[in-house]
């Protein structure tokens, strides 16, 4: 059964930084795009990150320049190094693949950024 492991989360101040990482089990990673999304209180779950098979990586505009995606498939673990953090970014992050999340969800990783 393929599991998705998010850690890495937690309060940090604005303008500060967090690195995110999801573990996955089975052989999730070698066949999908991988993907981090977000889910903020009252809001619905959006998507932030894709990083391909391939390495390619794309951004929502929201965190463009901001956020890196990048995955070790040797470690079948994906990861979200976030900088330059805005209140605005606190949300429950998720991984999932891409372009679809076809996978069950996982606990998710807390991010809360203060003013």
């Known amino acids: 059964q393929v599991q998705l492991v998010e850690s890495g989360g937690g309060l940090v101040q604005a303008g500060g930084s967090l690195r995110l990482s999801c573990a996955a089990s089975?052989?999730?990673?070698?066949?999908?795009?991988m993907g981090w999304y977000r889910q903020a209180p009252g809001k619905q779950r959006e998507w932030v990150a894709v990083v391909t098979r391939g390495g390619s990586t794309n951004y929502a505009d929201s965190v463009k320049g901001r956020f890196t995606i990048s995955r070790d498939n040797a470690k079948n673990t994906v990861y979200l190094q976030m900088n330059s953090l805005k209140p605005e970014d606190t949300a429950v992050y998720y991984c999932?693949?891409?372009?679809?999340?076809?996978?069950?969800w996982g606990q998710g990783t807390q991010v809360t950024v203060s003013s």
């Open positions: 089975g052989s999730i990673f070698s066949m999908n795009g």
């Open positions: 999932n693949t891409q372009p679809m999340a076809t996978v069950g």
